[in-house]
């Protein structure tokens, strides 16, 4: 199982990001996935939003909802999250997740600032 993330960035507040997760080594199809961000080293990774396997079916947090969209390609076994109005607070790594057979399995993290 591979997961990896990219599109983060350095972005102001107010402004956008896309991130993308390209994962591999499973039937990408069959199962949710999730976004997680960590704010600060030694702080727990915290959920963002998460997605049913074919799509329907989408929750957010608190924090994120009406900010940040969670989508996925199956036929590119690629998982994105749009975020938008992006907030200083959301300064993060960006974690994708999938829980298989229970297994976690995490990315490595794409950094995420905002900052003026």
């Known amino acids: 199982v591979q997961l990896v993330e990219s599109g983060g960035g350095l972005v102001q507040p107010g402004g956008s990001l896309r991130l993308s997760c390209a994962a591999s080594?499973?039937?990408?199809?069959?199962?949710?996935m999730s976004w997680y961000r960590r704010q600060a080293p030694g702080k727990e990774r915290e959920l963002v939003a998460v997605i049913a396997s074919a799509g329907g079916r989408r929750n957010y947090a608190d924090s994120v909802k009406g900010r940040f969209t969670i989508s996925r390609d199956n036929a590119k076994n690629t998982v994105y999250l749009q975020m938008n109005s992006l907030k200083p607070e959301d300064t993060a790594v960006y974690y994708c997740?999938?829980?298989?057979?229970?297994?976690?399995?995490w990315g490595q993290g794409t950094q995420v600032t905002v900052s003026s």
């Open positions: 080594g499973f039937t990408f199809s069959s199962y949710a």
């Open positions: 997740r999938a829980f298989l057979g229970g297994t976690d399995y």
